[in-house]
């Protein structure tokens, strides 16, 4: 900054005098630029505290903002959190009472599964005293038809006998001897008729035979033999003929 020119009525001042005065306008002139810089500081400065206050302010507000947002957002984590831990919850609860119902289940099936092969090992003795029984069944009514046919056969014979060489030997004068002789290889016959057991047909004795299965099979535990013995069926006893 250039110095201030001098007035005319100072020219006749000494040199040090001059020097002081211009030291001091320069200084004043110093004092003037610094007052405008500090002036100028000042309005930069209120601007930035302005500019600087609106960003605080709306930071603070979208501060404001993003707390309320995470509030809500905890309070529906919060939530969803509470109803998965119920929702777990009712999943243990389930899973413990389907291990249960599992439980229950391997027992009953180890249990059914016992039952059945009792019942299993049951029917097949039950089939195997069954077949048996046909067997001797079967058995004793050939021995009963052979029984039967010897019967006759003994019948007729002594009946042959007693009514020809025996009775003419014997009885030659009265037919006393004869009358009693028929009657009794008659009561003889018919006892051997009404002892005699009915033969089925093989196709009777299939259906039978099926009809046993199907009963079998139905009531296993019920009808095994209590000690496993098949009883025969009863013989007929041959009859007392008379000494001829």
Known sequence: M???PLP????????????????????????????????RLDAELTALKVQSDAKIKDLTAKLDTALKRA???????????????????????????LEKSLDQWKTSHE?????????????AKFERDAQLSRRLVGERERQNIQLYNTGKE?????????????LLAREPFTGLTKVKLEQLVQ???DKIEDNRAPVEDSGKKRERAANEEKKAEGETA???????????PNLIPPPELPEP
Do not use: C, H
């Not at 998965?84 to 899973?95: F, L, P, S, V, Y």
């Not at 003994?154 to 025996?166: M, V």
């Not at 019920?222 to 496993?228: H, L, N, R, V």
């Open 2 to 4: 250039r110095p201030l």
């Open 8 to 39: 005319a009525q100072e020219e006749g001042i000494s040199p040090v005098e001059a020097k002081l005065r211009e030291a001091l306008r320069n200084a004043l002139v110093q004092a003037r630029n610094v007052e405008a810089e500090r002036a």
């Open 71 to 97: 509030d809500s957002e905890k309070a529906a984590a919060d939530q969803a959190i509470a109803k998965q831990k119920e929702t777990i919850a009712g999943d243990e609860a389930r899973i413990v009472s």
């Open 111 to 123: 249990e059914l599964t016992r039952i059945t092969r009792a019942t299993e090992a049951e029917r």
């Open 154 to 166: 003994i019948l007729k014979r002594y009946k042959d006998y007693a009514f020809g060489r025996s």
């Open 187 to 189: 009561d003889y016959d």
């Open 222 to 232: 019920a009808a095994t033999p209590g000690d496993g013995k098949v009883s025969e």
